[in-house]
C-alpha cells in the first residue's frame, strides 16, 4: 500500500510484482542477514501473521525487527513467536532489546521457558530490555 502511495521511495515508482519483491529483498538483505515469516493458524486456516529479521553475530543471532501484519491477533504474535523461538534455540542462540512498551509481550514470551531477560540496555535516550533464548 505505501509503496503505490509514493511513501516508500527506496524503490522505483513503477515497478511490476516480481521486480517489487526482488527490489524489497534486496532493501532487506542490505541490513539483515536472515528473514522469517511467523504463521499461525486463523480462520482462513494458516497464514504470515509476521516477520522477524536478524543478524549473525558470529556465535549468536540479533533479532533486528519484528514487523506484524495487521490482521494478527495477539494470540497470533504470542504462539507464533514462542514456536518460532523454541525451533530456533535448538540449533542457534537467539538475542534481541525491547523498549518499554513491549516488555509485558516479551516477559509474557519468557513464562514459557525458552527465553529470558539477561539484562538492560541504558542508553543516552532511553532503556531497552535484553531478552536471550534458553539452550
Not at 549473525?56 to 540479533?62: A, F, H, K, Q, S
Request: net charge positive.
Amino acid at each position: 500500500m505505501l509503496y503505490k502511495l509514493g511513501k516508500l521511495e527506496i524503490f522505483e515508482k513503477e515497478l511490476n510484482v516480481n521486480d517489487f519483491r526482488q527490489s524489497l529483498w534486496n532493501y532487506i538483505f542490505k541490513i539483515y542477514d536472515f528473514a522469517w515469516v511467523l504463521e499461525a493458524k486463523t480462520s482462513k486456516g494458516y497464514q504470515p501473521v509476521g516477520f522477524v529479521f536478524g543478524k549473525n553475530l558470529g556465535p549468536i543471532n540479533e533479532i533486528g525487527d519484528m514487523l506484524w501484519m495487521p490482521w494478527s491477533t495477539e494470540r497470533n504474535k504470542l504462539e507464533s513467536f514462542v514456536n518460532f523461538l523454541n525451533d530456533m534455540r535448538k540449533t542457534t542462540t537467539l538475542v534481541w532489546q525491547c523498549e518499554a512498551k513491549d516488555r509485558e509481550f516479551f516477559t509474557h514470551v519468557c513464562r514459557y521457558g525458552i527465553a529470558r531477560r539477561v539484562g538492560t540496555l541504558i542508553l543516552p535516550d532511553k532503556q531497552l530490555m535484553e531478552f536471550q533464548t534458553r539452550i
